[in-house]
């Protein structure tokens, strides 16, 4: 998959102090397994995103590692504090150079 | 006139006949093909010992929700949730997800903190075969506790042609 592929992350702009937030986070990438066969019997080679990093404020409170058992344009839902506010960072590694990052504004009262 | 029946009838026969052959070219593929890539239950084993290094895993706190019956195993919606206050004192660090018949068992790891606020997680998986798959919790104070499912997959993921 090109390096130009598409993320998308999803999060509340307001949040009261000391809430759950649910953040879902989005990767258009074809996740593929390294143990598929073209029809000439060519084996394609492993290309995933294998971290998925949340840092709020510079801090990290999230972070995942994925395995070829993900499924393809990886999604991934889960929750955080909002303690103040801020930025989230969402940055996305993976095989073949593979690196994206979003940013989102957080407003906590 | 009987003639004119006779010659589509044996075409069609033929044809049958071929037909039946590639099926069963394609059958003994199928069952030659996913015993040399899928994982065997030893494989998930290593690598629960791998996660947890040898400690014991106590049953409970955690909830893995699959569906039970999948058609495409491509897909599947996964769903962990672990029973934790997720405090600064006790909290869940990591949650492992295995599965016992996927090419790699490990499917993934999420490391939360106390400030994950709840541990619950929503993630798409792919399921080579009808399976039990585990989530293991590792908590802060080092205990191991896990839960399961079990789900029926009608198409497999991982080992089709493209």
Known sequence: ?109 | MRMKFNIPFTIKRRQWLKRIQDLGCIAVGVWFSPGTVLAKPEDAHAAIKAITGGAAIKEGRVKLIIPPLVENGNLVVLKVSVESPMTVNNYVKAIHIVAEGNPVPNIFTAYLTSRSGKASLTTRVRLADSQLVWAIAQMNDGSFWQGSAETLVTLSACTEMV
Request: glycine fraction near 8%.
């Open chain 1, 1 to 109: 998959m090109s390096k130009t592929s598409r993320t998308s992350i999803t999060v509340p702009a307001q949040a009261k102090k000391g809430s759950i937030i649910e953040i879902r986070a989005i990767a258009q990438h074809d996740m593929e397994s390294g143990f598929r066969y073209t029809e000439s019997g060519k084996l394609i080679p492993r290309d995933i995103i294998r971290v998925f990093t949340c840092t709020y404020n510079n801090v990290e409170v999230f972070k995942a590692d994925f395995y070829a058992g993900i499924g393809a344009n990886p999604l991934i839902i889960f929750t955080t504090l909002a303690v103040e506010s801020g930025e989230l960072e969402f940055k996305w590694v993976g095989d073949d150079g593979y690196e994206a990052v979003n940013r989102a504004r957080i407003t906590v009262s």
